[in-house]
Structure formats: structure tokens, C-alpha cells
């Protein structure tokens, strides 16, 4: 069986949630799938934008694309990171609409997803799975669960 090596991150700020999305980035690389859930709020997309930031993309042109469903920022190389918010996909049409079958596995792409859980993928799918859990008034507890190398 494959486990998953589960890594816990605490966060008592937007800063520090920014940080361990740019330790993520450091972790990732072209082809990679990172899935992201946790509650409204709990900071999926600042999340995002810490491992955008670790890419080379500014972080400030990063925001939840829950209306657009799918935003591509570019990188260097033709390469490019997909940011999907699957909070509004409810079929498989939903996923063909954006082109996932075109960019996810793509050698060329980092696939980031918030709200992952939505899309109902194989559990033996190869992929990083973050979540993130309020805990106390400011306070997220981070696991990242990375593939058994």
C-alpha cells in the first residue's frame, strides 16, 4: 500500500499561511496535483497564493476563481499553474468545460484545486492533499500529505 508521508503545519496569521504555501511550492513540481480543502474561510486561497508566491507568481494576482471555475497563470518555460476552485463543478461536463483532461497530468502545468474534494477523484490518483481545519479564533492547523516516494 502506498502511504502518504503527513506533515502538520500550524498558522496563526495570513502571513503564516503564505509562508507554508511557499514551502509547499518548494515541494511540487511540473505535472504535480495539489488538492486543498478545508471550511469557507479557512484559507484555501491565501493558501494558494503562498505556493503562487513560491512559484514565481506574484501572489497578488492570485484570487478564488469560484465564478470562472479555472484561472492559468503563467510561469516561465511555456509552463503554467492552473488554479481551479471546484466549488461549482457538479459533472464530469463541468470538468471537461475547462479543459481538465487537457492540463491535468500535463508535464507542463502544476494543477492547484481548492474545494478538491468536490471532484470526486480516484484516492490512487498521484497528488499532494492539503487540509486545512480552524483551530481557535485565527488559528489553522495545515496536514499536507505527500505521496510515499
Known amino acids: 500500500m502506498n502511504e502518504a508521508r503527513i506533515r502538520e503545519h500550524r498558522s496563526e496569521s495570513v502571513e503564516q499561511t503564505l509562508h507554508v504555501g511557499r514551502t ?6 511540473m505535472g504535480d496535483l495539489v488538492l486543498i480543502d ?12 503562498g505556493i503562487a508566491d513560491g512559484l514565481g507568481i506574484d501572489p497578488d494576482q492570485v484570487s478564488s476563481p469560484t465564478y470562472t471555475i479555472c ?10 499553474m492552473i488554479h481551479v476552485d ?11 468545460s475547462i479543459g481538465w483532461d487537457e492540463f491535468a497530468g500535463s508535464k507542463n502545468t502544476i494543477v492547484v484545486v481548492e474545494w478538491a474534494k468536490r471532484l470526486n477523484l480516484p484516492s490512487d490518483s498521484p497528488r499532494m492533499q492539503v487540509d486545512l481545519e480552524h483551530i481557535g479564533e485565527q488559528g489553522r492547523l495545515i496536514r499536507v500529505s505527500l505521496p510515499r516516494s
Open 38 to 49: 478545508g471550511d469557507l474561510g479557512a484559507g484555501k486561497t491565501t493558501l494558494t497564493r
Open 24 to 29: 509547499i511550492a518548494r515541494e511540487i513540481t
Open 86 to 96: 471546484a466549488w461549482r463543478i457538479e459533472s464530469s461536463e463541468d470538468l471537461d
Open 71 to 80: 484561472r492559468e497563470h503563467e510561469l516561465e518555460d511555456g509552463c503554467s
